[in-house]
Each structure stands twice: as structure tokens, then as C-alpha cells.
């Protein structure tokens, strides 16, 4: 049964009411954002039948009276103090149910509740204060990974977002969940040419609305959340457009979703080192990227060695792992590490070709991409471990 109490009833045990005046009561209503202080659901309209429809019910944290039945009554608040905004919290009904059983108002103590209040008001007036010019355009990129297909809430990158001030605008969304969903292309887990060429040219299709949108101001900059394997991130990284600014936000390792660098990390610098200077002029560039792991040369393919001048980059004073990465400081750190290893490859006029064989975090591989120059450096080939191999294999070459 949905109530309709107006905005300035407070409700009691046994459904009883007493008046609020208007000013308190929309007070806290504004405050609350009309949501539930508990459970955040939407109070103007009835979630059955979408009619407006005041659902929600101004609940005291210390009960309107001292008798024996009211909630948290014995707490010693002035009782000419308990119809004000401190002592009122917005609810919907079934929650306040809960907070005004008598078994549980152990759990559910004013200090608690006070608590409650405060978070719920702090996060809406956080939130209601992020401006259009404080937006930033989601493209979240899934995949399957080793024929296991991932997801990505919503509500993982919102949380993401805001936590460092960024309101999410979601105008890349197609027709589907995501902005860019690979999942149902074949040939994922056996490392199939197909598939790499069918996601590059997905990517390329989905951000073909790009440019229009930053035309318009629509987009003004990107916030990239990716879950896939390593050479689609490092095209996705090839295919974003250099001119809107763009932020690449991790997965964090452990249970729990959670998107975006850790409150304190270290940032870690990296190096480049030539392995083989090859017989003469090289004709091709080969980079391993050991950086999550290493990678030894015995796991490179063949014919990546032939003719080949064969750099590694790899962390600083640091052994490769997993948890290496952990700033946005240290992406940079790589670019220009990277970045340098391109400007060493192009004093050799003869290469025509840049092998690239990664182990490598997902900011990173994006990163890879990002520094590459289609249209001015050689074409760069992508090797890729399939189902867990030890050795490499060639994966896709970089759009142009």
C-alpha cells in the first residue's frame, strides 16, 4: 500500500502523524534529494505504477515523544527539539518499518541513524553540485577474456566518477549495455584472426560518433573504462582521438568492483635497454614490454627476431608484477619511456615494420597505443598469448 501522507507529515508508530511545519519539511525533502536516506530509491513517483505520488515519509531519529513506545524516546533531545530538520530523516516506508521496529531499535540507535542522515545529505549535495562543465563522457570496451565474458556496472563507474569530482555523461551508449560490447564476436578464446579484425573495426565503427560529439561540445572529455585482451586495448588506445582529452581508469585487483588508482600509491619510473642490435641495418623493431611480468626471448615467435633490433622496456629498480602500476604518474612515466624507444627506432630509416610482444596492466596497453603515430611510424604488429600459451603469436596490426 503506498502511502500518501503529505510533505509535512511525520509518521509514527501505528501510523500515527503529527504536523511538520513547511519550512523543516522541505528542508529535509531538498536535503535528501528525494531518495531514502537507507536504500536510495526515488520517493515522488510509485515504483508499480510510475504515478506522482509522495511514497516517502519524514521519519524522527529520536521519537516525537518520551513514552515508552516511541522509537529511540528515552534519548535525552529536548522534545520542543524533535520536530526539527536535525532530528528528521526522508524514508520510504518499508525502511522505516525496520528502524521503528521496538527489536530493533538496539541496532538502529540516534547516534546511528544520525549517521545515516548525514552521509545521505553529504553525497546529495556532493552530487547535485557537479556542473555540466564538471562531465565527462563514459566508453567502457568489453570483451570476453579467455571465452569468459566480463561485466562492468554502471554504478562501479559512477562511483568511480564522482569520487574524484566528474559527473558521468553517457551520450557514446548505443542500442546495447555498453558503449563498445565485443562479446559476442567469435573466436575470442582460440586467438582467431576474426576476431581481432571484427573488434578493430567495431571500435572504429562505435567512435565513429566521436567527432560529431566533440564537434558539438557534447563530448569534452573521455573517461575510458576497458576489459579486454591486450592487443584490442592497444588499438582501442590508437583509435582515440588525441585532441579530446581522455583518462584511463584500472580495475582494481581484489572481490569488490572497483575502478580508478588507490588513494596512495608510488609512482614508478621505467627504462629501455636494446637486447640484440641485430647484423647491420635492422629491418624490423621488436619491444617487449615487461612490466606485470617478464618475458623471456626464448617465448618470442621467430620470425620477430629476423633482422630485428630488439629493445625491452621494464620498471626501474623494480621486478615486473602485477601490482606494479598503481598511479596515474607512472602511466606518463611510461608514455615518455615508450616514446623514447620510438624516436630510437626511427634513426633507423630501414625498419618497416614494429613488433609489439606485451605483459602489460590495462592502462598500460592503452598507453601503448596512444603513442603511436599511424600515419608517420611504421606499421606495428601485435602479438598475443592464446588460451594461456607460453609462447606468442601474432594478434592484429594497428589500424592506420
Known amino acids: 500500500m503506498t502511502n500518501k501522507a503529505p510533505l509535512n507529515s511525520a509518521i509514527g508508530p501505528n501510523n500515527t502523524t503529527r504536523s511538520i511545519r513547511d519550512r523543516v ?43 515508552e513506545g516511541s522509537p529511540r524516546g528515552s534519548d535525552p533531545m529536548s522534545v520542543d527539539c524533535r520536530n526539527e530538520a536535525d532530528n528528521l530523516m526522508l524514508i ?29 545529505e553529504h553525497r546529495i549535495k556532493m552530487l547535485t553540485a557537479l556542473a555540466h562543465q564538471d562531465s565527462t563522457t563514459v566508453l567502457r570496451l568489453v ?38 560490447d565485443l562479446r559476442k564476436l567469435p573466436g575470442e578464446k582460440e586467438g582467431t584472426s576474426l576476431h581481432w579484425i571484427a573488434a578493430v573495426e567495431c571500435i572504429r565503427d562505435r567512435l565513429g560518433r566521436l567527432g560529431a560529439l566533440v564537434a558539438d561540445r557534447t563530448v569534452v572529455s573521455i573517461a575510458v573504462f576497458p576489459l579486454a585482451r591486450i592487443p584490442i586495448l592497444i588499438a582501442l588506445g590508437a583509435m582515440l582521438d588525441d585532441t579530446v582529452p581522455t583518462v584511463v581508469y584500472p580495475k582494481r585487483r581484489g572481490g569488490k568492483e572497483t575502478w580508478g588508482w588507490p588513494d596512495v600509491g608510488t609512482d614508478q619510473d621505467f627504462e629501455w635497454n636494446v637486447l640484440d642490435s641485430g647484423s647491420g641495418a635492422p629491418t624490423q623493431a621488436t619491444v617487449l614490454f615487461s612490466i606485470s611480468g617478464s618475458i623471456g626471448r626464448e617465448r618470442i615467435p621467430a620470425e620477430t627476431n629476423v633482422g630485428a633490433r630488439v629493445y625491452e622496456i621494464s620498471p626501474a629498480d623494480a621486478t615486473p608484477n602485477f601490482d ?39 592502462t598500460i596497453a592503452v598507453a601503448i597505443g596512444r603513442s603511436v603515430n599511424a600515419s608517420v611510424h611504421p606499421p606495428v604488429r601485435i602479438y598475443d598469448r592464446v588460451d594461456h600459451e607460453a609462447s606468442y603469436s601474432f594478434a592484429l596490426e594497428l589500424p592506420r
Request: proline share 3%; hydrophobic share 40%.
Open 25 to 67: 519539511s522541505r528542508r529535509v525533502w531538498v536535503a535528501a534529494g528525494g531518495r531514502c536516506t537507507f536504500c536510495n530509491r526515488w520517493l515522488l513517483d510509485d515504483e508499480i505504477t510510475g504515478q506522482p505520488v509522495f511514497i516517502g515519509q519524514l521519519a524522527h531519529i529520536v521519537g516525537w515523544d518520551t513514552t
Open 92 to 120: 520510504c516506508y518499508d525502511q522505516h518499518r525496520v528502524i521503528d521496529s521496538k527489536s530493533l531499535w538496539d541496532v538502529y540507535t540516534a547516534d546511528r541513524l544520525r549517521e545515516f542522515k548525514r552521509q545521505h
Open 143 to 180: 570483451d570476453t577474456i579467455h571465452g569468459s565474458p566480463v561485466q562492468l556496472a554502471q554504478s562501479a563507474v559512477n562511483e568511480a566518477l564522482v569520487s574524484v569530482g566528474q559527473y558521468p555523461s553517457y551520450a557514446l551508449l548505443g542500442t546495447d549495455e555498453y558503449e563498445i
Open 324 to 362: 606494479l602500476v598503481d598511479t596515474a604518474t607512472s602511466v606518463d612515466l611510461f608514455s615518455r619511456c615508450w616514446r623514447a624507444v620510438i624516436a630510437d627506432i626511427e634513426t633507423f630509416p630501414g625498419v618497416d615494420a614494429v613488433n609489439v610482444i606485451a605483459a602489460v596492466p590495462t
